[in-house]
Nanobody, 125 residues
Framework: VQLQASGGGLVQAGDSLTLSCATP????????MGWFRQAPGKEREFVAAISWNGGTTYYAESVKGRFTISRDNAKNTVYLQMNSLKPEDTGVYYCAVKDGRRAAVAVAGSEYNYWGQGTLVTVSS
């Protein structure tokens, strides 16, 4: 299973970025999906998650109000719109798929079965 994350880059504090995660060749329209990140020297942490139909979303407290997760099932793609970026948002961002049709959204990385390769986001101060 291949997940392709893209959209990372180097930005300044206060800027915006939109990450995309595509699942070419396979539809995940009935699966929950999430975004996680890992900063240098730190453990991977939950960022946001979305249910299979987009009706439920969860956010880490640190990004609530600044980030928005969404999905386009027709395109097999999930997005992470990141606004008002801060230096502490720097890290490699991973998208993930939780197996199980219409399964509940999860915040624990251990509940996700498929992971993308990650895209680097660097926010300078």
């Amino acid at each position: 299973v291949q997940l392709q994350a893209s959209g990372g880059g180097l930005v300044q504090a206060g800027d915006s970025l939109t990450l995309s995660c595509a699942t070419p060749g396979r539809t995940f329209s009935t699966y929950a999906m999430g975004w996680f990140r890992q900063a240098p020297g730190k453990e991977r942490e939950f960022v946001a998650a979305i249910s299979w139909n987009g009706g439920t979303t969860y956010y880490a407290e640190s990004v609530k109000g600044r980030f928005t997760i969404s999905r386009d099932n027709a395109k097999n793609t999930v997005y992470l719109q990141m606004n008002s970026l801060k230096p502490e948002d720097t890290g490699v961002y991973y998208c993930a798929v939780k197996d199980g049709r219409r399964a509940a959204v999860a915040v624990a990385g251990s509940e996700y079965n498929y992971w993308g390769q990650g895209t680097l986001v660097t926010v300078s101060s």
